[in-house]
Nanobody
Framework: QVQLVESGGGLVQPGGSLRLSCAAA????????MGWYRQAPGKQRELVAG???????NYADSVKGRFTISRDVAKNTVYLQMNGLKPEDTALYYC?????????????WGQGTQVTVSS
């Protein structure tokens, strides 16, 4: 059974920091990209940051300069260091992994970890 195990969410004051982790297990094929998405109440899920197996990262404009994504390829683990958190960063954060298996692209999702930024 495929697993994306997320951790690190919680409640933090504005300006604070959190580090999210996501470990992937039993993924079919080779993972070529991992990333974080978030969904706030009443809003659509949006990309926060993604990183390829080669280390190329991309970020949403709203988090550039504050968030940093990194990846341990050997451990199939992705991290999201979040600094300078703002109330508008409050959302359910989802881990995503994309792989290819027998020529087919597959996408996997974690169950989400809540991040709440509030004083």
């Amino acid at each position: 059974q495929v697993q994306l195990v997320e951790s690190g969410g919680g409640l933090v004051q504005p300006g604070g920091s959190l580090r999210l982790s996501c470990a992937a297990a039993k993924i079919s094929g080779n993972i070529y990209r991992m990333g974080w998405y978030r969904q706030a109440p009443g809003k659509q899920r949006e990309l926060v940051a993604g990183i390829t197996s080669g280390g190329t990262a991309n970020y949403a404009d709203s988090v550039k300069g504050r968030f940093t994504i990194s990846r341990d390829v050997a451990k199939n683990t992705v991290y999201l260091q979040m600094n300078g958190l703002k109330p508008e960063d409050t959302a359910l954060y989802y881990c995503n992994a994309e792989s290819t298996w027998l020529g087919v692209k597959l996408s996997y999702w974690g169950q989400g970890t809540q991040v709440t930024v509030s004083s």
